[in-house]
């Protein structure tokens, strides 16, 4: 399908994800999970030693992707009943834009629900203003305006120099997409939010003739920024003989939230084989996958026997195709998982490995028990 915009109403231009932030229950160890296992740098801390008590941030970094790993310092903090709720999980999605007031004004005045009013942040680096809205479940979204600071990260924050443990980046380039799973019947009053709070337009819909197996489906529709850049699938389930992964979900993060965020790569065979030899897990399709690959997307530039082995997928589209592979959920609770993804000018999401990879996906579940 083509990737005209001409809907979109865009009263809020957003320049791309500022950050996301993962509220998690050992951020120190999860920093350093995410340097060596994905190829994160160390880039910022807060914590007792910048004078914040109650919570210590790590944020790291890999080109334009920032992550924002944080814990509760003590018993009774917002933090901690997040995770205590939750499990580990993304807690805000932070919009990069040119004037965070007037996004915030824009969202409240089109209905969007208050998390935090605009605040000015000061360093001696320059000022940062933020704001903040609800979005499904209890993630937000924050507005970030940084174009009068060029400190580290955000006041508040220092430096985090990390000089004897640096490993390797592996070719992550920045947030493609970022997947949220909402209640049964929540879809489209999740969709209505990004069109009219955000002057978001949906760009593609998927219903569960599109991603049924045997026993699950669910629904799905893509909500797209007015340039494009950012992305927001929305996933509902969709009634099954068994419980479907959506359903899994929302049982274990005890809400709606986020599912996947979808990371870009310019080389997956590299980044996969990277990610795979320092212990990343995958979800991998039957080998017979690959023995009717060519027959189902055509040539491609890449050797189908490297991507075999790595269980690297691919899909076309109308304008191109993409490769992409999705790892096993990353904390204790089966709910949130990451994405590679690299597009060779596909815009879709990969709707034609839907079936094989839910029916992977189900094969874990059987395994937890809870298909
Ligand atoms: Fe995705």
């Given amino acids: 399908m083509s990737h005209t915009l001409k809907g979109a109403k865009d009263f809020m231009p957003i ?22 296992a994905f190829g994160f740098k160390s880039l910022a801390y807060r914590g007792l030693e910048t004078g914040s008590k109650e919570l210590e941030s790590y944020v ?11 814990s509760p310092l003590k018993s009774g903090t917002e933090v901690g009943k997040h995770i205590d709720k939750h499990g580990d999980g993304v807690k ?7 004037d965070a007031t007037y996004a915030y004004n824009e969202a409240i005045k089109r209905g969007a629900t208050h998390y935090m009013k605009p605040v000015t942040e000061e360093d001696e680096k320059g000022t940062v203003v933020r704001s903040g809205i609800y979005s499904y479940g209890e993630v937000v979204h924050i507005f970030v305006e940084r174009k009068n600071y060029n400190g580290v990260f955000l006041p508040g924050f220092i430096s985090w120099e990390t000089p004897n443990y640096n490993p390797d980046a592996v070719g992550l380039k920045y947030v493609d997409h970022m997947v949220g799973n909402v209640a049964l019947g929540q879809m489209n009053h999740w969709v209505k939010f990004y069109e009219e709070v955000m002057g978001f337009t949906q760009i593609m819909s998927f219903d569960d003739n599109d991603i049924s197996t045997e026993f699950t489906a669910l629904m799905s529709k893509v909500m797209s920024s007015g340039d494009g850049r950012i992305k927001f699938p929305i996933n509902e389930p969709a009634p099954g003989l068994k419980k479907s992964q959506v359903d899994e979900y929302l049982e274990f993060y005890e809400g709606e939230g986020v599912q996947h965020i979808a990371v870009a790569t310019d080389n997956i065979i590299k980044t996969v084989t990277e990610l795979q030899d320092r212990g990343v897990e995958f979800l991998k399709v039957p080998d017979s996958y690959y023995d009717v690959l060519t027959d189902r997307v055509g040539k491609i530039d890449e050797d189908i026997e490297a991507l075999r082995p790595l269980g690297i997928l691919v899909d076309r589209d109308d304008e191109g195709y993409l490769l992409q592979i999705f790892t096993k959920t990353v904390q204790a609770r089966p709910t949130m998982f990451f994405e590679i993804i690299q597009r060779k000018g596909a815009t879709s999401f990969g709707k034609g490995n ?8 189900e094969r874990e579940q059987e395994l937890r028990g809870t298909l």
């Fill in 92 to 98: 805000v999605t932070a919009l990069w834009v040119d």
């Fill in 15 to 36: 320049n791309g994800t500022d950050y996301l932030e993962l509220y998690v229950s050992n951020a120190k160890q999860a920093a350093h999970y995410y340097k060596s």
């Fill in 354 to 361: 839907f079936k094989a990879l839910f029916e992977a996906l």
């Fill in 60 to 70: 790291v970094v890999q080109d334009k992707i920032r992550l924002v790993l944080t």
